[in-house]
């Protein structure tokens, strides 16, 4: 296939595919399409070691390293990342410690303890995602990707010093005006059936909607909804240079999800998903399960802001999927999770991709010819 | 253009419009589209007026026509129509009245009275949907539309009997199933983006799972999101024989959309949408109003059940309407209403969507060549 983007990166598919795990990284480049690495749980010394282990697996294919830069967020006046730490620490209330505490009993799980309220801010902030830029920047990254609104100005410049591309998620024309305003080379429109961070906005009418806003010198990539050939095509249809997926990924033989989530994920339908701010504190499509429930229940405090209401939660997660507690399971997830039914390893997830997209394509021919 | 549609139908494109306004409905199949008459509001006697009139003004060319008859409802048991009516009525809380009369009080809208609670049962039931079939198969329509659920079966074998096309419309792949077990031809799979009543999974999931879902020999079309030819063409890669619009033909000249109503669709952006309850008792996507934010306070009764909610509400929704109170308006529209900016003809949408299809067509061959 050929589109500007495949031009542009020297790859054989639109096709990028993000994920958390190494191996799917690089198996998708083997395979044709892009990988792009989430850097978001990795301390720069742990992405240091998974981008060689990429550099050393990918085929000499190009791949992609995508982090969060959310430009508000609670704690960002309170100085580094440590001060940041402990200021955010003092501030989760009782209350909330305890709700999770409650639930984590209900299900048979160990309670958190004192040290475990807060332990990980990870890559949710400028302060530790920044690291994470300094790392990806030193390794031949082809694209470095922002998630949450649009990276600062000075990371742009330094990404294209190196001659990385620099892309954006954007849930609405207005929020990709901004990522094209600070020097972003390619939007990547995410519709709210997305999984993780997503807006309102559904990929059929938020697509046409951002590129025509950012207008015919900016690539565009459409995500949410798209896993298969005939929502590749729809994708592309819809004025996309090529697609961004995820959520296809999690089930792929490669991937490292913990066994009891990936079963729940297969056996989800795609109405078992749900909006939450009760992972990150900012609305994720995530799917539906007693977690998501008990956040929306009367009984919920609230949720807290990002990244005060992961540093609450995230040992919990973490003895949750110790605990194999399944119904506690909380997964960032688009709705495709509802076709997502069998596990394949990643090339044959792109084999089938561009089968099916190239049998759309003579479907619609054969539609308007004499 | 040639799909399976347009040869059933013997029209030019497979574009079919749901308006409840006949000179809409009319210009739609004039220009080559199929319009389909909402026959919701209309009772028998003023719906045999319509479609008298349609019959002179399409030219011939084919039509249809569409009619809620939802399996489940308050009031089912009472009796007939009448019986019914009045039964409901007595059933609707003091607290509800009270509700809907502080809001109009609020906006200085005069408050109902009396009489004026529950008068309007309409077509939102089986007893009252029949009468209009009947009234509908009388005249030359070439396609008869369930809106809500699968029709009652000896409905769908009385259309046939006449040789009219029966479609339904459904919002998962499990209600597209049942529609087809009882005898349903065509499918309209609905996106979440779509709008009046609706469900939670978006166009681009929800397509391939139809399609696949009813297999080769049910036709599908398109719905949710789609006003453009951009989008159109994302249906049909998605799977369709053809799409379903409804939104867009709010805001043609031709539509009879209240002034105060047409004036805030053309300022509404794609976010400025809500699924709600407070229309009709189910879920159904409209513009977010005051109205809509109301309903969602911590002072809202909650909603009633269908049809009981707009028994309630329909003598309110006349009030504001001709107060022009427009911050309350109550309007079913998806979220394409971003981009409905401009007053045009229908003849002129219908071009322009065809245009754009197939300039979509071109640059996707682009993609593909050698």
């Given amino acids: 296939m050929r589109t500007r983007v495949t031009e542009l990166f020297g790859i054989e598919y639109p096709i990028f595919a993000f994920s958390h795990c190494r191996d799917v990284v690089a198996a998708v480049s083997r395979a044709g399409g892009m990988g792009v690495l989430g850097a978001l749980y990795f301390t720069p010394d742990e992405l240091e070691t998974e981008l060689a282990w990429i550099d050393e697996h990918a085929g000499g294919r190009p791949y992609g390293v995508d982090v969060v830069m959310p430009a508000k967020y609670e704690g960002a006046d309170l100085g580094d990342a440590g001060e940041m730490l402990s200021g955010l620490q003092s501030m989760i209330p009782e209350g909330h410690r305890r709700f999770v505490n409650d639930m984590l009993e209900r299900h048979g799980v160990a309670p958190l303890t004192e040290e475990g309220v807060g332990r990980y801010l990870l890559g949710w902030t400028d302060a530790t995602a920044r690291p994470q830029v300094e790392v990806a920047l030193k390794h031949p990254i082809a694209l470095l990707a922002s998630a949450l609104g649009p990276p600062p100005a000075d990371v742009v410049e330094e990404a294209h ?160 999927n110790r605990a194999g507690a399944g119904e506690l399971t909380t997964f960032p997830v688009g709705q495709i999770v509802g076709t997502m039914n069998q596990v394949k390893p990643v090339s044959r997830v792109i084999y089938e991709m561009v089968e099916e997209y190239i049998e759309t394509m003579e479907r619609l021919r054969a539609f308007t010819e004499d």
């Fill in 161 to 320: 010093r190196h001659g990385v591309t620099v892309a954006g998620l954007a849930s609405s024309a207005r929020h990709a005006r901004k990522q094209v305003d600070v020097g972003v080379d390619v939007i990547v429109a995410q519709g709210t059936e997305a999984g993780g961070h997503t807006g309102e906005i559904s990929t059929m009418v938020l697509l046409p909607e951002v590129v025509d806003a950012v207008g015919p010198d900016t690539m565009v990539l459409a995500a949410g909804g798209i896993g298969r050939g005939r929502q590749m095509a729809a994708g592309m249809a819809l004025g996309a240079d090529g697609v961004w997926t995820g959520s296809v990924w999690l089930t792929v033989e490669e991937a490292d999800t913990p066994e009891a989530s990936r079963d729940r994920l297969l056996a989800a339908t795609s109405r078992d998903t749900v909006r939450s701010r009760s992972w990150t504190g900012k609305p994720a499509r995530m799917l539906r399960t007693a977690w998501t429930d008990a956040w929306e229940s009367p009984e919920s405090p609230g949720t807290l802001p990002m990244p005060m209401q992961f540093m609450l939660i995230s040992d919990a997660l973490q003895r949750i």
